[in-house]
């Protein structure tokens, strides 16, 4: 099955074109090709995603990206009618478009639906098997460790990973699932506050350092001592699964108004250590209690070096811990057409609606 995804939640523009195959206990991915164009600049001077400016370049970049996807190597063809017109095979050999309908940023989820469905229209007048489904932003996350590795790492064996415990820690959510298989999916808990990610992006901000703070936090911690200062780690020790990053946030907040002199380095690596430690212990927790034969980490902070070293070491030979390739914890499409071609398979459909607060 040929998948085109399109991913527009917040500030990515992203579009794959994939091929899928195989069944819901080994699902196998291809990407034929991907492309994507961050809005890092757009926003950095604002320290944080602006809404309308993030819809403002998704309508700009999602025709750009289009016509890097079907360009002719040969030709200079570019804009939706010219290809159209051209009889690209690669367009007409798609079965499947699914476009991001949730969670995000709603004016920026519109943006992409609106594109897919123009697109729909336009293509099945020469494709009448085409079918348009929206794709669970979520789902994307929790199902980016089944892309293609770059490392030659062994091969994923669906049946020797569950039940496994996965935690999506990105920008916008800290949950914790229990993955029976890959559709029995639960939740088992999540942040009451910030997100990881967003504890880091504020961390940044407090201490002037530019945006995404993640990516920031994690080189300049390279430097510092991470036992220097005792943050606390919000609710560690509660017997539940939820999290809550916000008091950690505020309480770097107050070092930094009482001592004016600690150095950046050692603040940010304590800030980075207390996240993990919380992080790593819960998870741990669960997959105890649940009896896990593997841990995967996914979303924008599972690109912490220190936090997925940390997590392998903690398990120890008791878990087999996952992590998708770098490039695919940060949002992309090629995981919003590996959820798409799971929820093909078990016939699962979201409206092609925005819904800023979609769940699992
Ligand atoms: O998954 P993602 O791209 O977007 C959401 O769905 O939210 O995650 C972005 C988040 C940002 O908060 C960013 O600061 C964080 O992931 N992040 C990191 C790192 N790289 C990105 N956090 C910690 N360490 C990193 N290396
Ligand atoms: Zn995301």
Redesign the pocket.
């Known amino acids: 099955m040929k998948i085109l995804a399109i991913e527009t939640?917040?500030d990515?523009t992203a579009i794959s074109l994939m091929t899928a195959s195989g069944n819901l206990s080994q699902p196998k991915f291809k990407i034929e090709k991907s492309v994507i164009a961050s809005q890092i600049e757009t926003h950095r001077p604002f320290g944080g995603v602006v809404p309308n400016l993030a819809k403002r370049e998704h309508l700009k970049n999602l025709p750009i990206l289009f016509g890097q996807i079907f360009k002719n190597p040969k030709s200079k063809i570019l804009n939706l009618k010219q290809i159209l017109k051209a009889k690209n095979q690669k367009l007409k050999a798609i079965d499947l478009i699914a476009v991001t309908v949730g969670p995000?940023l709603e004016p920026c989820l519109w943006a992409g639906i609106e594109f897919a469905k123009n697109l729909y229209k336009k293509v099945k007048i020469k494709n009448k098997k085409l079918k348009l489904i929206g794709a669970n932003?979520l789902e994307g996350?929790l199902y980016s460790f089944l892309l293609p590795q770059n490392t030659k790492s062994k091969k994923l064996k669906a049946k020797s990973l569950f039940p496994a415990v996965h935690l999506l820690?990105?920008?916008?959510?800290t949950i914790l699932f229990l993955m029976k298989n890959l559709e029995a999916i639960k939740k088992l808990g999540e942040t009451r506050d910030d997100?990881?990610?967003?504890s880091?992006?504020k961390v940044?901000r407090l201490l002037r350092l530019s945006y995404?703070?993640?990516?920031e936090?994690?080189k300049l911690a390279k430097k510092g001592n991470k036992e220097a200062i005792n943050f606390p780690r919000p609710m560690i020790n509660q017997k539940n699964y939820d999290f809550s990053f916000s008091g950690l946030k505020t309480a770097v907040l107050y070092h930094l108004r009482d001592n004016k002199n600690d150095r950046k380095e050692d603040v940010v690596a304590s800030f980075?250590q207390a996240a993990i430690d919380v992080l790593i212990k819960k998870t741990l927790r669960a997959a105890e209690e649940f009896g896990a034969r593997s841990i995967i980490i996914s979303?924008?902070?599972a690109?912490?070096?220190e936090?997925r070293k940390q997590f392998k070491k903690a398990a120890g030979e008791n878990y087999q811990v996952i992590v998708p390739d770098f490039k695919y914890?940060?949002?992309n499409a090629d995981m919003i057409a590996a959820a798409a071609y799971l929820d093909h398979l078990r016939r699962k459909k979201y409206k092609l609606e925005a819904k800023g607060n979609l769940s699992i």
Do not use: M, R, W, Y
Request: charged share 15%.
């Open positions: 939640s917040c990515e995000g932003h996350h820690v990105s920008g916008g959510h997100a990881a990610g967003e880091f992006d940044a995404p703070g993640g990516p936090i994690e980075q979303g924008g902070v690109a912490n070096k936090l914890c940060t949002d």
